[in-house]
Structures are given as structure tokens and as C-alpha cells.
């Protein structure tokens, strides 16, 4: 399995002061050095973290391939083919979101911009990816605007192991619709597996690549690399967060001991 690490949160601590301190840049060659596959950034329409020219350095200077995340707005479809990174994952983007919080709906007003945005790019030599929930509607949708990758978001699955398994219920982000019963959320949780390796199978009869992620750390990892369907995980927060105490490039080689 491949390990693309996201690196955006690096960038979220030198924002946190506006500064030019951490410079996500710094991260590629430990992260290459670390055994990553891939670097992926998103650059949000809000710029709150990674900017035009951090995708840039980035584009120019890595020994790794690129997947960069963007929405389907045509300004950034347009600032996306200009910067040519090996791959373009467009994902749903909402200002008001913490972080991406679901996958792309294809019965999306949107959906036609998806088709044109992803011609454009691939037009262009760009690789392509859609950040899809694990339905097989949005398989076959994506199948249908004719992306080489899905990714598929492995939030649903990471929000319930974390109510189950860590302190999070127990603290103010705690998540107000999972503070149910825990035989309940076991359920949940076997059942968030389930869908996502029956997408899965579904995609690769259709014989499109596939990626996941989204809330995947150290502890949850696991079950996702047991989905023999989905070649490649992109992990950015918790590899981040785990940095600050053990160091980039242990934190990387940790992940990908975990899912190689
Ligand atoms: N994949 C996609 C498409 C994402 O949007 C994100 C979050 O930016 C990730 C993976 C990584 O998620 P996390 O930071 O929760 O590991």
C-alpha cells in the first residue's frame, strides 16, 4: 500500500502566526528520505494554509509525486492545470468546514463543472482523482466523468472508532450525534468497514484506482490496510501531530511500517 503523506498542516502552524516558519517545503525530502510515496497538499480557495507559491516550490522541487486537492471552482481548475502536479484530487470544499467533511455528492448542482474541470485536467496530463463518500452511486459517477483514481473518505469510519476508542467523547469536540450507546457504535463501526470494502470491490470491477482517506492515524490504520482493493492511504494530521513529540520523518516511517 502507498503512503501519501498531506503535508498542510505544516503550513497551518506557520499561518497560526504569519509567518514564513514552518515552510511545508522543508517537509518533501524527509518525507522521501521517510519512504513516503507521495506529497499531497490542498490548496483551499480560502488560502488558510498552503499557498500558490508553496505548490509551486513544492511542484518544482520534489523527489516525490505531487497529488494536489482542489475544488472544482474553474479559477482553481485554471491555477491547477498551470502548476501541473502529477495528480489533481478535487474535493468538495465548504468555507465553513474544520477540514473536508464528506466526499463529493454526484447529484451535485456541480456535477456538471466536475466533467469539464476533469477533461480539462486531463487534457493537460494531469492525473485525476475524486474525493467520493463510499457509495456506489458516487463509484459509478465517477467511473462515468471517466477519473483514473477515487478517493475514497474514511471520515465516517474515523469518527466512530475515535468515540469508541479514545478519550474524544469525553472532551468538548466529542461528537454529539455518535454519543450513543458503544454496542451501538461497534455496530457502526463494523458496518462503516464494511461499506467502505464493498465500495471498494465495487470500484475495481470498474477498474478504477483507489485511494482513502481522511482522519486515519496510528491506531485506526489498520482495518483500512486490510481493503486489498485500496492501494494508497493520504494521511496528513495525525502524522503531522505525532511530529511534534517523535520527528517528521520517525512519525513517517512509523505510518508506513503500519501499512506496508
Ligand atoms: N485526503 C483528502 C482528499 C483530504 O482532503 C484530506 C484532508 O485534507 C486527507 C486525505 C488527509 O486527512 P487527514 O489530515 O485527516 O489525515
Known amino acids: 500500500m502507498l ?10 502552524l506557520r499561518e497560526a502566526r504569519k509567518i514564513n516558519d514552518p515552510d511545508p517545503l522543508q517537509a518533501i525530502g524527509i518525507a522521501a528520505r521517510a519512504g513516503a510515496d507521495q506529497i499531497t497538499i490542498h490548496l483551499r480557495e480560502d488560502r488558510r494554509h498552503i499557498h500558490d507559491e508553496d505548490v509551486k516550490k513544492i511542484i518544482e522541487n520534489s523527489p ?25 484530487t478535487i474535493v468538495p470544499e465548504n468555507r465553513e468546514e474544520v477540514t ?15 466533467d469539464k474541470a476533469v477533461h480539462y485536467l486531463k487534457a493537460r496530463e494531469i492525473e485525476t482523482s475524486l474525493f467520493i463518500d463510499p457509495t456506489k452511486e ?25 468515540m469508541l476508542y479514545s478519550n474524544l467523547s469525553k472532551t468538548h469536540h466529542s461528537i454529539k450525534e455518535l454519543e450513543i450507546e458503544r454496542s451501538k457504535l461497534k455496530q457502526m463501526l463494523n458496518k462503516s468497514l464494511q461499506i467502505l470494502e464493498e465500495s471498494a470491490q465495487y470500484a475495481d470491477d470498474f ?11 496510528y491506531q485506526n490504520v489498520k482495518a483500512i490496510t486490510a481493503i486489498k482493493e485500496i492501494s494508497e492511504l493520504n494521511i496528513g494530521q495525525s502524522i503531522i501531530a505525532r511530529s511534534v513529540f517523535d520527528g517528521l520523518e520517525n512519525a513517517i516511517k512509523e505510518m508506513g511500517r503500519l501499512i506496508k
Open 3 to 12: 503512503l501519501g503523506v498531506n503535508i498542510d498542516h505544516i503550513a497551518v
Open 64 to 88: 516525490l509525486p505531487v497529488n494536489l486537492e482542489c475544488s472544482v471552482n474553474p479559477d482553481i481548475i485554471e491555477i491547477v492545470a498551470e502548476l501541473k502536479p502529477n495528480r489533481a
Open 100 to 114: 473536508t467533511e464528506g466526499g463529493l455528492s454526484m447529484d451535485d448542482p456541480n456535477f456538471s463543472n466536475l
Open 138 to 162: 458516487a463509484v459509478r459517477g465517477a467511473k462515468t466523468i471517466g477519473v483514473e483514481w477515487i478517493e475514497f473518505h474514511t471520515g465516517s469510519y474515523a469518527n466512530i472508532y475515535a
Open 207 to 217: 477498474g478504477l484506482k483507489i485511494a482513502a482517506g481522511h482522519g486515519l492515524n
